[in-house]
């Protein structure tokens, strides 16, 4: 019954390897999110998508492409890896109101690029 | 540009002790002030939120102070406990961004 679930919880992989990280929420929330947290746990915000639609696209690297196939799930992947992507990427989700926005957020998943 | 300004960047507290942490934003328009606690392995959860409509929100020992025309608030935990030993986030939204924005952490350690 985890609310947002994200695959796989660890990847370890070569530089200039294709990866993909998946996830899914079972909260019937419309609007999903990808954050990456680095080395010094600095929660940045790369994508979010509602209902099926980007509505947030940070200044990421055209490396990484999000896929949102229906609103319960979000796929992330990342072309051509490079060491400065190994972080923990940390999947969302939400249901923004008029002054409130709650995250839940999924376990994250750790990508180690050597 | 970072929008939420957060300090300290770790903090050593004693059991029973009370834990200070502090946020500054500079977007008026944000209307959301939630923060989040993160364990080690964890994903980040929410502990306690307020509108700036409200000078302070109290759950438990977790406390929020407010100050709107300074455009700072707080996190206070009263009480510390060893359990409470985590990486604490302030954040910020703006109604309709569907974008929450967040302070850099504070890690915190409640010695026993």
């Known amino acids: 019954d985890t609310a947002v679930s994200q695959t796989p919880k660890y990847l370890v992989t070569q530089m200039g390897n294709d990866k993909s990280i998946k996830c899914e929420q079972n909260?019937?929330?419309?609007?999903m999110y990808w954050y990456k947290q680095d080395s010094k746990k600095f929660l940045k915000i790369m994508f979010s998508y509602n209902n099926k639609e980007l509505i947030i696209n940070e200044t990421v690297p055209n490396r990484f492409s999000p896929k949102s196939p229906d609103k319960a799930h979000l796929n992330l992947h990342i072309n051509s890896l490079e060491l400065g992507d190994s972080a923990v990427y940390f999947c969302a989700s939400s249901q923004p109101r008029s002054g409130a926005n709650v995250l839940t957020f999924g376990a994250g998943s750790r990508l180690t690029v050597l | 540009q970072q929008q939420v300004k957060q300090s300290p960047q770790s903090l050593i507290v004693q059991k029973g002790g009370i834990s200070i942490i502090n946020c500054a934003y500079e977007?008026?328009?944000?209307?959301?002030f939630p923060w989040y606690q993160q364990f080690p392995g964890k994903g980040p959860a929410l502990l306690i939120a307020?509108?700036?409509?409200?000078s302070e929100k109290k759950e438990g020992r977790f406390t929020i102070s407010f100050n709107k025309s300074a455009k700072q608030f707080s996190l206070h935990i009263m009480d510390s406990q060893p359990g409470d030993s985590a990486t604490y986030f302030c954040a910020a939204y703006q109604g309709g961004s569907e974008k929450l924005v967040f302070g850099k952490g504070t890690k915190l350690t409640v010695n026993p």
């Open positions: 307020i509108r700036p409509d409200v």
């Open positions: 977007n008026t328009a944000f209307d959301y």
């Open positions: 909260l019937g929330h419309d609007t």
